[in-house]
């Protein structure tokens, strides 16, 4: 089960949520902001060369990247532009990087999924504090529906965000059950736990919604048993990603090292850091 050339407990970790993203596309204020990160540069760096980042990723231990993409033009600076863009970007090595991709909200058509689908996008980001819009809103239900048919999963950011623009009113994650119910096939992951207000509701979601998924990412690791108390418990429907270069994220490997730290079992430890990532990708 475990291989010695990965060097994180011997698992071949997913990442299942990094920004490789179009920076050169963000607003000055959120420029401002994912600079505070002192590792950005090298992000930067990657976004021009995926051979770049793929080295990256076997020195810090990690052998798949999901690399969330999506549409919030007015917040962030980016749009659509981004799906072709990321879609070309994991060409590089399509078995390590899983392009997720977005839709604008006045644009969520199934046609617009289906053209994600075509471009080789394997999941739907919905940014709902970046793209201000409830995640049971209407006006998404039709993408809902064509990535349920498509077999896609829809990953909703929950909780807060600290770029400039964000509309904090849409970091609670209890509407996602609404979701969860009317799709009751298509795979709901809940983005960051609702961290840091609202983790009791994404739980509860969890508990009831056997279609719903918890990411970790963008949680201090060593912070997450306050979070979500018993990892165990938790570590079918648990996935593994570091939100880096995202604000406070310090790296890929050293968020694992942090997460490995925690002592969990074996068992949870491959569940949570590939296992259920790659199961859900089918
Ligand atoms: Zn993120």
């Known amino acids: 089960m475990t291989d010695a050339r990965w060097r994180h407990a011997g698992i071949p970790v997913v990442d299942g949520h990094v920004h490789v993203n179009r920076f050169d596309l963000m607003t000055p204020a959120a420029q401002t ?5 002192a590792t950005f540069p090298l992000m930067e ?3 021009a060369s995926p051979e ?3 080295e990256h990723m076997d020195r810090e231990g990690v052998a798949q990247s999901w690399l969330i993409n999506y549409c919030a033009k007015k917040v962030m600076g980016y749009g659509p532009e981004v799906n072709e863009w990321v879609a070309n970007y994991v060409e590089a090595d399509p078995e390590r990087l899983v392009a997720v991709g977005g839709v604008e909200v006045d644009a969520a058509s199934e046609e617009s999924i289906e053209r994600l689908h075509d471009l080789g996008i394997q999941a739907l980001k919905v940014h709902t504090v970046h793209q201000h819009v409830s995640p049971d809103d209407q006006r998404l239900e039709p993408a809902f529906a064509a990535c349920e048919r498509l077999g896609m999963p829809v ?4 909780g807060t965000s ?4 964000s ?3 849409f970091a609670d994650p209890a509407p ?4 969860c119910a009317r799709h009751p096939k298509l795979r709901i992951i809940l983005a960051h736990g609702g961290r840091p207000d609202h983790t009791q509701t994404a739980l509860a979601i969890l508990s009831k919604h056997p279609n719903a998924w918890l990411d970790l990412s963008s949680c ?3 912070r997450l048993p306050d979070y979500f108390g018993d990892l165990e418990a938790l570590a079918p429907r648990t996935l593994w990603g570091s939100d880096w270069p995202g604000p406070g994220v310090p790296g890929m490997g050293p968020n694992i090292e942090a997460f490995l730290a925690l002592g969990l079992s074996a068992k949870a430890n491959r569940a949570i850091l590939r296992d259920n990532a790659m199961a859900l990708l089918r």
């Open 220 to 222: 201090p690791p060593r």
């Open 176 to 179: 996602i059950a609404a979701v």
């Open 162 to 165: 600290r770029f400039p623009g």
């Open 167 to 169: 509309d904090n009113r």
């Open 33 to 37: 902001t994912i600079r505070s990160n």
């Open 52 to 54: 770049a980042f793929l």
């Open 155 to 158: 990953i909703f950011h929950t």
């Open 45 to 47: 760096r990657f976004v």
